[in-house]
């Protein structure tokens, strides 16, 4: 593990990889950005330097020695929330799930553009914020049909039990919530819970509906082929 010292102003990003050459290149370029950058080469390094360094994003490759970065993601996550972006060389729906269901917010498939990493990791910096700015507002609660949303607590009940979300299964379904029953493509979707107008995100966003589907119920999320996706009213 090494670290780079930081700025005092300057946002903390912790990057896992155990690649050197690809560690220092996504260093280099996030450094250039602004950011202060804390690195990691393994699964324990890289829970020991979240514990030390408090960092407010994480790059976390897959494929780690010791434990594998699907572990480290459940760790630092218990400890506590922080957004998460995941590196993997493979693009199975399987591997993606997996990532998203320990609490990683958003990934990358191996190769990448650095400039697609930095866009992400800024995208997700700007919804912690939002979702802090929310959370400071005066409680909000949405309900449509039996479900029922708090937003400044983050907590959902489906038919009075209470479903314990990820931050981005969260933010997508408060987005969705707005307009019940309205179709929203997955590029407004991408932009709008991940901050990034224009990219083509669209893989995360259905990978995210379906882990969300798994918590609340398939028949309340509306699938319009080749469009995006739409909140339902159920009651039962």
Known sequence: MSSTPPPVAARCVLVVEDEPVINQAVTDRLMAEGYAVVRA???PGAVAAFEEHAPQV???DVMLPGFDGHEVCRRIQAQRPVPVLMLTARDAEEDVL???GVGAD??????FRMREL???VAALLRRV???AALAAAPAAETTVGDLRIEGAARRVWVEGEERHLTPTELDLLVCLAAAPGTVLTRERLYADVWGWPGASGTRTVDSHVKALRAKIGVDRVRTVHGVGYALEAVSR
Do not use: I, M
């Not at 958003?106 to 190769?111: F, G, I, N, R, V």
């Open 118 to 120: 930095v866009a992400r």
């Open 98 to 100: 997996v990532g998203l």
């Open 58 to 60: 994480v790059v976390l």
């Open 129 to 131: 914020e939002r979702a």
């Open 106 to 111: 958003d990934y990358l498939t191996k190769p």
């Open 41 to 43: 080469y393994d699964g």
